[in-house]
């Protein structure tokens, strides 16, 4: 029986745009998996909130990534609640699949022996780390060249249309409009 490979993205994506999409395609072209699977966070543990709402991340998230049937767009976090961990979100994926990539931008290299019971997790999931700013990725990670020099941060506090993927862009930017 083949075994079954997925990779999961997980984040905030306050708001999702171009540098996610980038991320999802170069981790379909170049890992082994059989699914991607994005998870928005319902509140990140290191972030004391978001700008929109874990639904409307979650519903942004689905339309953006509809034409691929090989990504799917999971609310587990956003319907648990609460503070997101990873190795919660891994152990339940772990019931169906054998093999986990976990997707995971360079910025968050510095502070991964944070991670809540980040032993645990290092040991049931392969790093997958994107490129960002030239940071230097360590041997022992699989590398995925993306290097996009755009931020959720950076869209919040200037944003731009250019960086939010078109099915998208028009909501996005009603939202962050009215938002501040």
């Not at 490129?131 to 590398?143: A, L, M, S, V």
Request: no cysteine; hydrophobic share 40%.
């Amino acid at each position: 029986m083949r075994s079954k490979k997925i990779a999961i993205f997980g984040g905030s994506f306050d708001p999702p745009h171009l540098g996610h999409l980038e991320i999802i395609k170069k981790a379909l072209d170049q890992l082994d998996i059989d699914r991607l699977i994005v998870v928005p966070a319902f509140i990140s543990p290191f972030k004391k909130g978001h700008s929109a709402p874990p639904q409307q991340r979650l519903a942004w998230l689905k339309k953006m990534t509809a034409d691929d049937p090989r990504i799917e767009v999971s609310d587990i976090e956003v319907q648990k609640g609460g503070a997101s961990y990873t190795i919660e979100t891994v152990n339940y994926f772990s019931q169906f699949f054998d093999t986990i990539y976990l997707i995971i931008g360079a910025d968050n290299l510095k502070s991964l022996h944070k991670w809540h019971r980040f032993e645990e997790l290092n040991q049931k999931v392969h790093w997958v780390v994107a490129t960002r700013n030239g940071e230097e990725i360590p041997d022992g990670y699989i590398k995925l060249p993306v290097d996009q020099p755009i931020s959720s941060t950076q869209l919040r506090h200037a944003i731009d249309p250019a960086w939010i993927p078109e099915s998208i862009r028009h909501e996005v930017l009603q939202f962050y409009k009215e938002y501040h």
